[in-house]
Structures are given as C-alpha cells and as structure tokens.
C-alpha cells in the first residue's frame, strides 16, 4: 500500500487526501499553520471542477454555499457610481452560468470535514527530503513513497526539491490583500469596487450579507516576506494613505482582521511538476494567478487526475498527470494573461478555456 505525504491543507491538498484516501492509500497532510486557514478571497468552480465536486458527493453542499451575487458596481475615487451590473461580476463572472463562487474557507472546510482516515501534521512544516525520507520541523523523521507539495505559490517542497521561488515564478505587476469585514457598506449580495492609477480594489457582501471580504491591491513589485504579515499591513496602509472612497475605513478594519491575506499576483510555470518521487500540485506547480480565476478548479482537478494515476498507473503516475493537465493548465495560465491585457475582463474565450478537459472516468 503507497504511503503518501501531502504539504499543504488548503484545498487541493486535502482533495487529493479524500480522493487517496478513497482508493485505500495512507495519507498523512503537514501544514505550516496550526489549523485550517481562515479567510481568503471568493474563488469559483468551474468546468470540470464541478464534475470532481459532484464525483465526491459534495454537490448539493457546494452550491448551498453560494455567494448569490446579484450584482456588481464601479465607482470613482469619491464614491459616485459610473457602472453596474445585474449581469455578471468581477470576482464571479457571468451569473446566469452553472459556476459556483463561493469563500475560500467554506470550500476547504467542506472538504477537510469530507476526508476520513487522514493524519493531519499542523504547525509543522517539512525541512528536508531525501529520496524517501524526510525530516519535518516538530515530528520525527519517516519515509514516504510519495511526496506531494501542495503548498502554494511560495511553496516549500518545490524549494527543496526543484530549486529557488524566482526560477520559476513571473510577477504580473500587482499584489492583492484580502480580508474579512463587518459589512459596513451595507451591501446586499453586492459587490462594488474602485480602481485608481495606482492603488483600488472593492468589497463584497459574504455569508447572507453578515459581513464582507475586502480587497485592496495596488500596482507595482515590491520586495515583502510572505509571512509577515504586520509588515504587509503596513505596506497597504501606506500604499493606501490618501486613497478616497470607503478605503480610509477600510484601513481601519484591516488592522482588526484576523484572516488577512497579501501577495503578488504571479504564476509558476514548470518544465515538470515532478523529480524522483516528489510531484506539485495546484499553485506550488502551476499557478495562474487570480487573473486566471481557475486557479482552485485546477487544483481540484489536478488532485482528482493525480490521484487517479497514482492508482491506476503507478508506475507512470507523474507522466500521465502531466499529459492529462498540462494543456488545460497552460490555456488557463495564457488566458490569465490575456485578461490582464484587457484590464482584468475575461474574453469571449472563457468558456472554452475553462471546459477545454474531457475529464477522465476511474473507476
């Protein structure tokens, strides 16, 4: 029986647990943070993902989740509205479409409370890996026949195994941070947002209008360390001094938020995704940037199709994982760019991006 260890609980780490752990592998997840993460931004299930979400029973659960957007507004520096739309949205898309935005943290604890028989290493990080051992922070050291890094853009199995962050990653000219409100706005299933030369970003109701997710980013690359997070404070706040609007209070919100979040927008590209037994998943391999806007349905389907291999496969695993998602992961990370190009609106081409894969049947 493959023993398998996974880096990383967010969501395609904990996907491909349930999936490993449903065709009899032995799973153990090690996750630097000392439980599941808190918030982060709302994320959309698309295309083949929803088919992996209904594959793992979770469905019903997924769509009861919805963020029920009704619509979406742009406003100028002072607050007057110059559009809407009761049509699409920026952070969801087009409304009338199956599609399923939801917050981060409800899809993860959706699937974290699906996965059973799973050994869960919190505040715990891996520090070495050699061949089939390795050695970890706090546990003690054991070996693994497979290795899984599924812990993000800044992710520490690909550093150890595959080399330096800045081999393989391109920054795209803006970074983003993202946190939880009260909806002081008093926004209903809405989202209203504000750009300038400079710095903008807007502000979404959540969870039946009870609070919002606040999103402020600017334009530029900057040096940080991704886990300090009072020095990335302090970055939006200067960043942020004069701006107008609703952002002054949304200043002080920031300071008080026990979920915030900040990082470049990038995208990793890999000649491979795997060395040895060592293999990415998700955005430690192939991040496409929130520009892409298919970054946790890739890692949905990355984890189904991984672990499908793994099993059916074995000894070809990697190459056919590869074959199977390289050409949908390369199309969503180039129609990233494309949407950058065009100010960050999706093109006519979305629709076939995001259902460019047949997704395979194991049975």
Not at 68 to 90: A, C, F, I, K, Q
Not at 120 to 125: G, S
Not at 172 to 186: C, D, I, K, Q, R
Not at 243 to 254: C, E, I, V
């Amino acid at each position: 029986m493959k023993n398998v260890l996974i880096s990383g609980a967010s969501i395609g780490g904990p996907a491909l647990a349930y999936w490993l752990r449903r065709y009899g592998f032995e799973v153990t997840v090690v996750e630097r943070y000392r439980g599941m993460r808190p918030g982060g931004q709302a994320i959309d299930v698309r295309g083949p993902a929803l088919q992996v979400m209904e594959r793992m029973g979770l469905g019903e659960q997924l769509r009861s989740c919805n963020t029920n957007m009704r619509g979406m507004s742009v406003v100028d520096e002072d607050g007057n509205e110059v559009y809407r739309s009761t049509e699409h949205t920026l952070s969801g898309g087009d409304l009338s479409s199956p599609d399923v935005e939801l917050l981060r943290d409800d899809l993860a604890r959706m699937i974290f409370d699906a996965v059973e028989g799973v050994e869960y290493l919190f505040d715990d990080t891996i520090t070495s890996i050699d061949g089939n051992r390795v050695t970890f922070e706090k546990a003690a050291p054991r070996d693994f026949d497979v290795i899984v890094g599924a812990d993000g853009l800044h992710s520490n199995v690909r550093r150890l195994v595959f080399g330096p962050e800045q081999d393989f990653l391109s920054h795209l000219g803006m970074n983003l941070a993202v946190f939880t409100a009260p909806n002081w706005l008093e926004l209903d299933h809405w989202q209203t947002f504000q750009q300038g030369e400079i710095v903008g970003g807007g502000i979404m109701s959540a969870r039946a209008n009870a609070e919002c997710r606040v999103y402020m980013g600017f334009n530029g690359q900057v040096d940080f360390d991704h886990r300090d997070v009072e020095a990335q404070k302090r970055l939006i706040a200067e960043k942020f001094a004069d701006a107008k609007w609703a952002w002054q209070t949304a200043l002080k919100h920031m300071w008080e938020a026990p979920d915030f979040h900040f990082d470049a927008m990038a995208q990793i590209r890999m000649e491979t995704w795997s060395k040895g037994n060592v293999v990415l998943l998700g955005d430690a391999g192939y991040c496409g940037s929130p520009m892409s806007g298919q970054g946790t349905s890739m890692a949905l389907v990355g984890a189904y199709v991984l672990a499908g291999e793994l099993r059916d496969n074995p000894e070809i695993a990697f190459q056919r994982y590869e074959e199977i998602l390289r050409p949908y992961v390369t199309a969503n990370q180039d129609m990233a760019l494309k949407n950058l190009e065009r100010g960050g609106a999706p093109g006519d081409d979305f629709a076939d991006v995001v259902n460019s894969l047949t997704l395979p049947t194991y049975s």
